[in-house]
């Protein structure tokens, strides 16, 4: 397993450097252009550009060297601002972790709860009901809700702000307010990531409870004269849990991948905004940081989540 998780991170290096490259146009041409506010004009200004953030030469000579970086912790320098590429992604990753860890617990929090409702009362109008309005929710795509919802909410009726993560200078507040001012700001991206995240667990939820229904623990316990309440929580629903385990790795896979489009319609400081931002500019290193960073999570995520159901379901190949 080991083996398989370090050739899948090389896989994503070698993919992280090389698919910025594969892009039309290249860092330098949009650092020089005319009408940008570093226009330089000159073959000699372009060769020393490219000397300084290592562009020049053959394709493997820099893919040498940006392991030789990312060996010693260096993702390089931003080619548009100058600054240390992991310095950008250290500010501006705790805002993506917050807006996709508060989705993430919300989501599982309603779809657990509705799933094991659901499950336990099936095929009844309130089950049929919520299938079919969770399923029709979640074919919103991420970017028309959030539109939706910031043109709705923010635009017209003007109870949360239109975008970023806090209210510029409002440094001075208490400690209370700014995380009211920061809890207002995330509020609308939480929703739109929740939404999409909720229906996956309320699915994997629901089928859970229906297939433990039959079991004979439950007969016993019936038998046995506990409650209904006793039996579906603390038996039924605790033994279909373990299928949340495998998909909060997928979820947490399309929850960053969400996250890139809403933090873009927010204006929201995070990580999708970094990556949004250095693509105009064909910003190798800023592109191929943020990259790096999300997937490799991602990759880790799901490793430790396949470690953590084998620990937990001693019927799994090891």
């Known amino acids: 397993m080991l083996a398989s998780y370090l050739g899948m991170i090389f896989l994503l290096t070698t993919l992280n450097f090389m698919l910025p490259r594969a892009m039309p146009g ?5 650092l020089v252009a005319r009408g940008s506010s570093s226009f330089n004009y000159g ?6 550009m490219e000397k300084y953030y290592n562009l020049h030469g053959p394709l493997i000579s820099q893919y040498g060297h940006y392991l030789n970086q990312l060996a ?31 989705s993430m617990l919300f989501a599982s929090l309603i779809g657990c709860v509705l799933g094991v409702q659901a499950g336990w009362r099936r095929d009844r109008p309130a089950d049929r009901a919520l299938m079919t309005g969770l399923l029709s929710l979640r074919e919103f795509p991420p970017f028309l809700l959030a539109s939706l919802l910031l043109f709705g909410f923010a635009v017209n009726l003007k109870w949360f ?15 209370f307010q700014r995380v009211s001012d920061i809890a207002s700001h995330a509020f609308l991206p939480v929703v739109v ?17 229906v ?10 316990g019936r038998a046995k004269g506990l409650r209904n309440r006793r039996l579906k929580y603390r038996y039924a629903a605790r033994n279909a849990m373990l299928p949340v385990v495998s998909l909060t790795a997928v979820e947490i896979g399309f929850a960053i991948t969400a996250n890139l489009v809403v933090e873009r319609i927010f204006s929201y400081p995070g990580l999708g905004g970094l990556m949004f931002n250095s693509i105009p500019t064909r910003d190798y290193p800023v592109m191929q940081g943020t990259f790096l960073v999300l997937s490799v999570g991602i990759v880790t995520i799901n490793a430790l989540a396949d470690v953590a159901y084998r620990r937990l379901d001693p019927r799994a190949v090891v």
């Open 161 to 175: 702000p239109l975008g970023l993560s806090e209210t510029p200078f409002s440094s001075s507040n208490s400690f």
């Open 26 to 30: 290249d860092p330098i041409t949009s």
């Open 72 to 102: 010693h912790g260096d993702l390089g320098r931003s080619i548009s601002t100058n600054q240390q590429v992991t310095h950008e992604v250290a500010k501006a990753a705790p805002w993506t972790i917050l807006l996709i860890t508060a």
């Open 211 to 220: 297939s433990e229904l039959g079991s004979d623990y439950l007969q016993m």
């Open 193 to 209: 990531l929740t939404v999409g995240l909720t229906v996956g667990y309320y699915l994997v939820m629901r089928a859970g409870m």
């Open 43 to 48: 073959e000699e200004s372009r060769i020393k």
